[in-house]
């Protein structure tokens, strides 16, 4: 196995200039950087990952807490990460906090005791312990998908990034109203997570510039899970008025609907019109094709790992917090009609 001195040797350079180019420790002329480059190509010499963490107090890794097995949402999260990650030659280190905040708050220590370079974590609904932990060890942290950290002075003291809810719910809920529905239901995600809060408020936001009423009935939570929009909408067709449109707030609860409307051999939209936050691989494949919003995933999770790279670069920079776009995808699940491929 080549070493570090086969490499000097045979670029004509001394093993601490083979070190810098490595570890980007020191400048070096483009000439002689090239060089060694050539040599560690030639020789197939492979960096011991140890030790240059020693030389640079940097492991070139990154943890990442997100719930990617109970959430298939954050699975395309995760491609974004993982792909940007490998690209800024950055190793990942993956743990689910299972959206429990004690859980979490262990499986972010463990990840920080593995001296990774930084975290991104998508906090759960109550991340009090965790947000402390992470500013009493200054870890550099970027909060993925959900704002959590809103301290009374308004500065936030973690750099976030996230996708627009308010105004996509909003628009499903006018879009709604458009074609004719009073009763305008919402299948709202688990209590505490920002993102529920915002849809809600944009649900709220929807109904008002349609000219209709909340009703508060009209609003169950599902719990983000499958079988929590299941008994939401089960909850929602039983009322006395129940409602003749539904949205859902995630994939999951959107599945939960279907299968409880479904099992009252209710159709979509004859009987009842529906419109999903989160659009998903197979939502096209439905009878009817559903409408929805689709949040970008994977630029989500690409920004993170850029934003966390930028915090490592200046550590002394004001945090931010950084929402990207939704796309509103019309289908005909919410009562159009089934446009062309040229429409």
Known sequence: MATMVDVARSAGVSVATVSHVLNGTRPVRPQTRQA??????????????????????????????????????FTEILQGVEATALEEGYSLLIADPHEDPQHERTVVQLLHERRVDGLIV???????ELLSYLH????????????????????????????????????LVTHLAERGHRRIALVAGRCGLSTTAERITGYRRGLAAAGLTHDERLVVHGDSESAGGEQATAALLSLATPPTALVT???????????????????????????????????????PRLTAI????????????????????????????????????????????EKGPDS
């Open 249 to 287: 707030a995630n994939n999951a609860m959107t599945i939960g609907a279907l299968r409880a409307l479904r099992e009252r051999g209710l159709s979509v939209p004859g009987d009842i019109a529906l419109c999903c936050f989160d659009d998903f691989a197979w939502a096209d494949l439905f009878s």
């Open 36 to 73: 060694v480059l050539d040599a560690i190509d030639q020789l197939g010499y492979t960096p011991n990952t140890l030790a240059r963490s020693l030389v640079t107090s940097r492991t070139r890794s990154i943890g990442l807490a997100v719930s990617a097995i109970s959430n298939p949402y």
């Open 136 to 171: 009493r060890h200054e870890v550099p942290t970027v909060l993925l998908d959900r704002v959590a950290d809103a301290p009374a002075s308004g500065v936030p003291r973690f750099d976030q990034v996230c996708a627009e809810s308010t105004e996509p719910v909003a628009s």
């Open 294 to 337: 689709a949040q970008p995933s994977k630029d989500l999770g690409a920004r993170a790992v850029r934003i966390l790279l930028e915090r490592l670069a200046a550590p002394d920079r004001p945090a931010r917090t950084v929402r990207l776009p939704c796309t509103f995808v019309h289908r005909s699940s919410c009562g159009c009609p």
């Open 122 to 128: 998508a906090p759960s609904p109550h991340p009090r």
